[in-house]
């Protein structure tokens, strides 16, 4: 019997993420990695205009980063954190509080982007039980968000527009407002956010805290929103004595061109939620960090314990190479570079406004969208194989097409990402003519 190659083998046994195994992706293998390049099996090499889902930064086969891993792998790739420590999650856990703010002081290390989600939930409904307050259980989200494919943070997910609406019968009922309408601060009105006061102020009482993306709404829709939305609902969740969790899983580590993307509003979330670039891209890892408040509040009622604790808590393995990956970061100019990021994109993407299949163009930071103005579901069987064919990846989604690169990526690099969306563009409204 003939043995199935690779991609034989893949498509009969493997589920790849939001696919079907009666209909499996066209899938491209990738053999190296280095730079912005993916070498696929063919020889071919392409552009990752997606930072492999936005988390590496730096590209592929950064060499501090390789040398930090197999240094690590010498002493040891893995220990349980219960009961024991190390110094790459302690050193992990001091560059964390030295690059958030001041009032962000407690470190709970967790496997993924959504198992922090998780955490963080879970530490505001435990600290409000600890204060004597067990019926503050709800959570407050916005619509078009997304969190997480687990089943805490599948619940803050927008329940409607969202991945997860088989579940909705099974979820946690929460409560949603209305996405920020405003770009800038400059189109800030105080209408955009009436709907969410009135959520609050109904329903302090059962709501334990408030989660949103601050800035960037990734996955739920790549929407854009001002600072002064933020201000507000800090504002908000202080009158009414609620905790602000930020989910900066996606924005975090510069991505939209602060550091952390509450550092634009000037405010402080109570809980807040990393990971996708913490480590560089090189492997799963995430954290969530509190205020002392929430931190010591959980014990308030001298029994309270955090109710969390995964296996791989704490990786070394993992957390060596985030220490890594937040040094090179921060040694490097990443400023500038994201800023030339946000310009190049703003003046190559702009004049695809023009054309008839396109809704908005939009660029924050290192993030360039195109909104088409009908889902791309229909052109899937042939858009993938284009997309590669431009010498580009690029994973378009509803109706969006955008691209985050790392942010190492030179200028000829991004120019190759936009002429290809370009072609994607006019190759879609000739489909459509057709």
């Given at each position: 019997?003939?043995?199935?190659?690779?991609?034989?083998?893949?498509?009969?046994?493997?589920?790849?993420?939001?696919?079907?195994?009666?209909?499996?992706?066209?899938?491209?293998?990738?053999?190296?990695?280095?730079?912005?390049?993916?070498?696929?099996?063919?020889?071919?090499?392409?552009?990752?205009?997606?930072?492999?889902?936005?988390?590496?930064?730096?590209?592929?086969?950064?060499?501090?980063?390789?040398?930090?891993?197999?240094?690590?792998?010498?002493?040891?790739?893995?220990?349980?954190?219960?009961?024991?420590?190390?110094?790459?999650?302690?050193?992990?856990?001091?560059?964390?509080?030295?690059?958030?703010?001041?009032?962000?002081?407690?470190?709970?290390?967790?496997?993924?982007?959504?198992?922090?989600?998780?955490?963080?939930?879970?530490?505001?409904?435990?600290?409000?039980?600890?204060?004597?307050?067990?019926?503050?259980?709800?959570?407050?989200?916005?619509?078009?968000?997304?969190?997480?494919?687990?089943?805490?943070?599948?619940?803050?997910?927008?329940?409607?527009?969202?991945?997860?609406?088989?579940?909705?019968?099974?979820?946690?009922?929460?409560?949603?407002?209305?996405?920020?309408?405003?770009?800038?601060?400059?189109?800030?009105?105080?209408?955009?956010?009436?709907?969410?006061?009135?959520?609050?102020?109904?329903?302090?009482?059962?709501l334990a805290a408030v989660i949103v993306e601050p800035l960037v709404q990734g996955a739920g829709g790549m929407h854009f929103y001002c600072p002064q939305y933020l201000r507000e609902?800090?504002?908000?969740?202080?009158?009414?004595?609620?905790?602000?969790?930020?989910?900066?899983?996606?924005?975090?580590?510069?991505?939209?061109?602060?550091?952390?993307?509450?550092?634009?509003?000037?405010?402080?979330?109570?809980?807040?939620?990393?990971?996708?670039?913490?480590?560089?891209?090189?492997?799963?890892?995430?954290?969530?960090?509190?205020?002392?408040?929430?931190?010591?509040?959980?014990?308030?009622?001298?029994?309270?314990?955090?109710?969390?604790?995964?296996?791989?808590?704490?990786?070394?393995?993992?957390?060596?190479?985030?220490?890594?990956?937040?040094?090179?970061?921060?040694?490097?100019?990443?400023?500038?570079?994201?800023?030339?990021?946000?310009?190049?994109?703003?003046?190559?993407?702009?004049?695809?406004?023009?054309?008839?299949?396109?809704?908005?163009?939009?660029?924050?930071?290192?993030?360039?969208?195109?909104?088409?103005?009908?889902?791309?579901?229909?052109?899937?069987?042939?858009?993938?194989?284009?997309?590669?064919?431009?010498?580009?990846?690029?994973?378009?989604?509803?109706?969006?097409?955008?691209?985050?690169?790392?942010?190492?990526?030179?200028?000829?690099?991004?120019?190759?990402?936009?002429?290809?969306?370009?072609?994607?563009?006019?190759?879609?409204?000739?489909?459509?003519?057709?």
């Open positions: 019997m003939t043995e199935l190659n690779n991609l034989q083998f893949d498509a009969k046994h493997l589920w790849h993420p939001y696919s079907s195994v009666q209909n499996p992706p066209l899938l491209h293998e990738v053999v190296s990695a280095k730079g912005v390049y993916l070498t696929l099996a063919d020889g071919r090499q392409i552009i990752d205009g997606m930072s492999s889902w936005w988390s590496a930064i730096h590209g592929y086969g950064h060499p501090r980063l390789n040398a930090a891993a197999k240094d690590q792998l010498d002493k040891m790739s893995h220990v349980m954190f219960g009961g024991l420590t190390h110094d790459p999650a302690v050193s992990l856990a001091r560059r964390l509080i030295d690059i958030t703010d001041d009032a962000l002081q407690y470190v709970f290390l967790a496997d993924s982007g959504s198992v922090s989600v998780e955490v963080a939930i879970k530490m505001a409904i435990q600290y409000w039980f600890a204060q004597g307050k067990a019926d503050k259980q709800k959570l407050l989200s916005l619509r078009n968000g997304y969190h997480g494919d687990t089943f805490g943070a599948m619940a803050v997910c927008d329940p409607v527009n969202g991945m997860h609406s088989q579940f909705a019968n099974v979820l946690p009922k929460h409560l949603f407002a209305p996405a920020p309408t405003c770009r800038e601060d400059s189109d800030w009105q105080d209408e955009d956010i009436a709907e969410m006061r009135a959520l609050i102020e109904s329903n302090h009482q059962q609902l800090r504002a908000l969740c202080d009158k009414h004595d609620l905790l602000l969790i930020f989910d900066e899983i996606a924005t975090g580590f510069g991505r939209t061109g602060h550091l952390f993307a509450y550092e634009a509003a000037g405010v402080v979330p109570d809980i807040l939620c990393v990971g996708k670039a913490l480590t560089g891209g090189y492997m799963t890892l995430a954290a969530t960090l509190c205020q002392t408040k929430v931190a010591h509040g959980i014990s308030a009622d001298s029994q309270g314990v955090l109710m969390h604790g995964p296996t791989f808590m704490g990786n070394p393995l993992a957390c060596r190479v985030a220490c890594e990956s937040i040094d090179v970061l921060l040694e490097s100019d990443w400023q500038t570079q994201v800023l030339n990021i946000e310009t190049q994109l703003t003046n190559e993407l702009s004049e695809l406004i023009s054309h008839s299949l396109v809704k908005d163009v939009r660029v924050k930071g290192a993030i360039g969208v195109v909104e088409l103005n009908q889902p791309l579901d229909s052109f899937m069987e042939w858009l993938p194989k284009f997309i590669v064919d431009q010498g580009v990846w690029i994973r378009p989604f509803r109706s969006m097409i955008y691209v985050m690169p790392p942010y190492i990526i030179s200028a000829e690099q991004l120019s190759t990402l936009t002429q290809a969306i370009k072609a994607i563009i006019i190759n879609l409204e000739e489909s459509v003519k057709s």
